[in-house]
Protein backbone atom coordinates (compact mmCIF):
# COMPACT_ATOMS: atom_id res chain seq x y z
CA UNK A 1 0.00 0.00 0.00
CA UNK A 2 1.35 3.13 -0.79
CA UNK A 3 -0.05 6.36 0.35
CA UNK A 4 0.16 9.22 -1.12
CA UNK A 5 -1.88 12.94 -2.70
CA UNK A 6 -3.47 12.42 0.42
CA UNK A 7 -4.18 15.83 2.67
CA UNK A 8 -4.99 15.72 6.26
CA UNK A 9 -8.50 15.28 7.26
CA UNK A 10 -10.69 14.08 10.07
CA UNK A 11 -13.82 12.03 9.72
CA UNK A 12 -16.64 11.82 11.66
CA UNK A 13 -17.84 8.41 10.66
CA UNK A 14 -21.58 8.76 12.06
CA UNK A 15 -21.67 11.40 9.28
CA UNK A 16 -21.41 9.08 6.38
CA UNK A 17 -24.01 6.89 5.37
CA UNK A 18 -24.49 3.12 5.55
CA UNK A 19 -24.41 1.17 2.40
CA UNK A 20 -26.32 -2.59 2.97
CA UNK A 21 -24.43 -5.38 2.15
CA UNK A 22 -26.60 -8.97 2.85
CA UNK A 23 -24.69 -11.74 3.67
CA UNK A 24 -25.43 -15.17 3.16
CA UNK A 25 -27.34 -14.93 6.57
CA UNK A 26 -27.56 -11.48 8.43
CA UNK A 27 -26.66 -8.31 7.16
CA UNK A 28 -23.21 -5.83 7.20
CA UNK A 29 -23.64 -1.91 6.68
CA UNK A 30 -20.46 -0.42 5.40
CA UNK A 31 -19.63 3.63 5.80
CA UNK A 32 -16.82 3.97 3.59
CA UNK A 33 -14.17 6.50 2.53
CA UNK A 34 -12.20 6.04 -0.28
CA UNK A 35 -8.80 7.80 -0.77
CA UNK A 36 -7.22 7.50 -3.97
CA UNK A 37 -6.85 3.67 -4.51
CA UNK A 38 -7.08 2.72 -0.61
CA UNK A 39 -10.55 1.89 0.82
CA UNK A 40 -11.39 3.05 4.60
CA UNK A 41 -14.19 1.45 6.07
CA UNK A 42 -16.52 1.36 9.47
CA UNK A 43 -18.25 -1.91 8.98
CA UNK A 44 -21.07 -3.19 11.19
CA UNK A 45 -22.12 -7.10 11.06
CA UNK A 46 -25.31 -7.85 12.55
CA UNK A 47 -25.69 -10.74 14.94
CA UNK A 48 -25.96 -13.81 13.05
CA UNK A 49 -24.12 -12.33 9.82
CA UNK A 50 -22.28 -15.13 7.65
CA UNK A 51 -20.52 -13.92 4.44
CA UNK A 52 -22.09 -14.99 1.33
CA UNK A 53 -18.42 -14.83 -0.57
CA UNK A 54 -14.82 -16.46 -0.13
CA UNK A 55 -12.65 -13.17 0.18
CA UNK A 56 -9.20 -12.89 -1.79
CA UNK A 57 -8.61 -8.73 -1.14
CA UNK A 58 -5.89 -7.88 1.08
CA UNK A 59 -7.22 -5.76 4.27
CA UNK A 60 -6.12 -4.68 7.66
CA UNK A 61 -8.81 -5.31 9.76
CA UNK A 62 -9.30 -3.79 13.70
CA UNK A 63 -11.92 -5.21 15.72
CA UNK A 64 -13.74 -2.54 17.90
CA UNK A 65 -16.36 -4.00 19.34
CA UNK A 66 -18.45 -7.61 19.24
CA UNK A 67 -16.88 -10.85 18.07
CA UNK A 68 -15.27 -11.64 14.91
CA UNK A 69 -15.40 -15.08 12.94
CA UNK A 70 -12.76 -15.63 10.45
CA UNK A 71 -12.53 -19.03 9.04
CA UNK A 72 -9.96 -18.98 5.74
CA UNK A 73 -10.33 -22.07 2.62
CA UNK A 74 -7.67 -24.04 4.07
CA UNK A 75 -10.32 -24.65 7.65
CA UNK A 76 -8.12 -22.82 9.57
CA UNK A 77 -10.50 -20.29 12.16
CA UNK A 78 -9.44 -17.21 14.23
CA UNK A 79 -11.31 -15.07 16.66
CA UNK A 80 -11.05 -11.02 17.36
CA UNK A 81 -12.45 -9.42 19.80
CA UNK A 82 -12.02 -5.60 20.89
CA UNK A 83 -8.77 -4.41 20.06
CA UNK A 84 -7.60 -7.64 18.00
CA UNK A 85 -6.41 -6.87 14.26
CA UNK A 86 -5.73 -9.45 11.72
CA UNK A 87 -3.98 -8.47 7.98
CA UNK A 88 -3.63 -10.33 4.96
CA UNK A 89 -2.39 -9.61 1.79
CA UNK A 90 -4.38 -9.75 -1.77
CA UNK A 91 -4.92 -12.93 -2.94
CA UNK A 92 -2.94 -14.72 -0.36
CA UNK A 93 -5.86 -16.69 1.50
CA UNK A 94 -9.57 -16.42 0.89
CA UNK A 95 -11.17 -15.78 4.18
CA UNK A 96 -14.68 -15.28 4.75
CA UNK A 97 -16.11 -13.56 8.31
CA UNK A 98 -19.07 -14.96 10.58
CA UNK A 99 -20.37 -13.42 14.06
CA UNK A 100 -22.97 -14.78 16.52
CA UNK A 101 -23.04 -11.46 18.23
CA UNK A 102 -22.23 -8.83 16.21
CA UNK A 103 -19.12 -6.80 15.10
CA UNK A 104 -18.29 -3.49 14.55
CA UNK A 105 -14.85 -3.26 12.24
CA UNK A 106 -12.14 -0.66 11.17
CA UNK A 107 -11.03 -1.85 7.58
CA UNK A 108 -8.42 -0.73 5.25
CA UNK A 109 -8.12 -1.93 1.90
Do not use: N
Amino acid sequence: MHMQGIPFGTTDWSEIEATEHKGESGLALWRTRQFGSIRVRLVEYSPGYLADHWCSKGHILLCLEGELHTELEDGRRFVLRPGMSYQVADGAEPHRSSTALGAKLFVVD
